[in-house]
């Protein structure tokens, strides 16, 4: 039996019949608040000196090793939040518990990719010397941005039922070029190391 894919976002009961939806233009606040986000990580890239290194972790060859797999881990929790988000919406048969898997593995996708992004911000900033970097740099401000919205809308009372599995398919499939563009390619070219 599919879950309730309201019980993710809202402790609230549904509206009685009869009762006003929403207007749009509630849904403008998260629109403004990811482009705002967007462009801040954005400008502060732009304008900030790179440092050329904001970490570096024991047992790693390099800070480009250790971006990639820490990347790598926000991509595998954000695949187990997709396949999760398939089974709360039942389009998959899952357990009760998917929500919680749901809830936990965006979580998790997002604590471990935040070092990530503050190093790329701080020790890299946002470069534009070849495509793969200008697409990574701007695919990067903007994640934050939809990922901004995303927090915010699953707060909102009474979504239109499509708004949040867009939002969150749009904030997995920027997270996913992301990887295609930093990881990936760093393992393509320098090999799986540590």
Not at 14 to 19: A, D, Y
Not at 122 to 148: I, M
Request: aromatic share 14%; net charge positive.
């Amino acid at each position: 039996m599919p879950v309730d894919p309201n019980a993710l976002t809202q402790d609230f009961p549904s509206p009685e019949p009869g009762h006003r939806r929403p207007h749009p233009a509630r849904y403008l606040v998260p629109a403004v608040v990811a482009a705002a986000v967007a462009v801040a990580l954005g400008v502060y890239g732009k304008v900030h000196d790179p440092a050329g290194t904001a970490f570096n972790l024991a047992g790693f060859s390099s800070t480009g090793a250790v971006k990639s797999w820490l990347a790598t881990t926000a991509f595998v929790f954000a695949l187990v939040q997709l396949v999760s988000a398939f089974m709360v919406y039942g389009k998959l048969p899952g357990p009760l518990w998917s929500p919680a898997l749901h809830r936990w593995s965006g979580r998790a996708a997002f604590l471990v990719a935040v070092p990530v992004a503050v190093h790329c911000l701080y020790a890299l900033g946002y470069q534009t010397y070849e495509p793969r970097v200008v697409w990574h740099s701007v695919l990067g401000c903007f994640f934050f941005g939809a990922f901004s919205a995303k927090m915010l809308l699953l707060r909102s009372q009474r979504l239109p039922g499509w708004l949040l599995p867009l939002v969150g398919g749009l904030v997995f499939t920027v997270l996913t070029l992301i990887w295609l563009t930093s990881a990936l390619w760093f393992f393509r070219t320098f090999g799986v190391t540590t």
